[in-house]
Nanobody, 131 residues
Framework: QVQLVESGGGLVQAGGSLRLSCAAS????????MGWFRQAPGKEREFVAA??????????YYEDSVKGRFTISRDNAKNTVNLQMNSLKPEDTAVYYC??????????????????????WGQGTQVTVSS
């Protein structure tokens, strides 16, 4: 069983920055693919970013809407994955979820975009961007 706990959400003005963190349990954290998803009011949950560390090295994947503004990173010594969010826009307002895929590393963003491929989820943290 893997437990994920997000932190770092809050209220920020448009153009500002926030850093989300997700603390994970589990002795083999370095082998997990870690992802971030978000869900805005009245919308379906959507993929934001993923970080893999496997047979093909380190890879990061981003949804087009956040490329160049968000950066996903991980610290295997601390069992954490972070999401640095810069140049925030009101449309980034959502509950942000951390997720873990404990299966074999893939090399396809289409795979990591799908919620069903993640085994564990955090409870979410609210991010609100005011205009």
């Amino acid at each position: 069983q893997v437990q994920l706990v997000e932190s770092g959400g809050g209220l920020v003005q448009a153009g500002g920055s926030l850093r989300l963190s997700c603390a994970a349990s589990g002795r083999t954290f370095s082998t997990y693919t870690m992802g971030w998803f978000r869900q805005a009011p009245g919308k379906e949950r959507e993929f934001v970013a993923a970080h893999t560390w496997g047979w093909n090295g380190i890879n990061t994947y981003y949804e087009d809407s956040v490329k160049g503004r968000f950066t996903i990173s991980r610290d295997n010594a601390k069992n954490t994955v972070n999401l640095q969010m810069n140049s925030l826009k009101p449309e980034d307002t959502a509950v942000y979820y951390c997720a873990a895929d404990v299966g074999p590393t893939r090399s396809s963003i289409s795979y990591y975009r799908q919620e069903v491929n993640y085994n564990y989820w955090g409870q979410g943290t609210q991010v609100t961007v005011s205009s």
